[in-house]
């Protein structure tokens, strides 16, 4: 089987089985780890500065906030597993990045997203479709949003980047002035 059939096997089991896990969760999207290359590449393309604050938002091991600490910005992640944080905790420990990193069990649409330089999301569209709206009325001006795996609809991404086939979008907000939230998605340099 080639890659692509393979990617897309993989794709249509993960959505098959979130559909029946969020019938009994809250969860909007299963556990499905990014690939330590994409992580690299991705970090690498957004050029991170040890002033960028970087928030994963259904973090899981909270392996693309130990990267982030890698390069010196301090993250915090968030998931409702806290088997997966607290791996992620003993993770950042070994790596002595533990100053650097939080993990906390907290539900993603309701965390402040105010001060966030990088916003990284690995959701399906619908988690997404959600996800858009928290992001237009509360990233700040200027924040780069990390979308793994899927495009966020309506916006116009100013980077891809694919791994192993796995794609991350990247998104760029700015304040405009002239959408009814005040943010838009613009296509400028990430």
């Known amino acids: 089987m080639d890659r692509k059939r393979t990617t897309s096997a993989l794709v249509k ?21 990014s690939p330590e290359s994409l992580i690299e590449t991705v970090l690498d393309g957004l050029r991170l500065e040890p002033h960028d604050i970087v928030v994963d938002l259904g973090c899981g091991d909270g392996r693309w906030l130990l990267a982030a600490a890698r390069r010196g910005c301090a993250g915090r992640g968030l998931d409702l597993n806290e088997d997966l944080l607290r791996k992620g905790r003993l993770a950042a420990a070994e790596a002595r990045v533990s100053s650097l990193v939080e993990l906390d069990k907290e539900d993603i649409f309701v965390a402040p997203l105010a001060g966030s330089t990088v916003i990284i ?52 907000v700015s304040d405009l002035g002239d959408s009814s939230s005040g943010r838009t ?6």
């Open 121 to 172: 999301v690995y959701l399906f569209r619908e988690g997404l479709a959600k996800m858009k709206e928290k992001l237009e009325a509360e990233a700040d001006p200027g924040a780069r949003v990390v979308s793994v795996g899927f495009q966020i609809r309506g916006w116009v991404s100013v980077a891809t980047f694919v791994v192993e086939g796995l794609h991350a979008y990247i998104y760029r």
């Open 13 to 33: 089991y993960a959505k098959e089985t979130f559909v029946e896990h969020t019938r009994e969760t809250s969860l909007v999207a299963p556990i499905s780890p």
């Open 185 to 190: 998605i613009a296509g400028v340099a990430p």
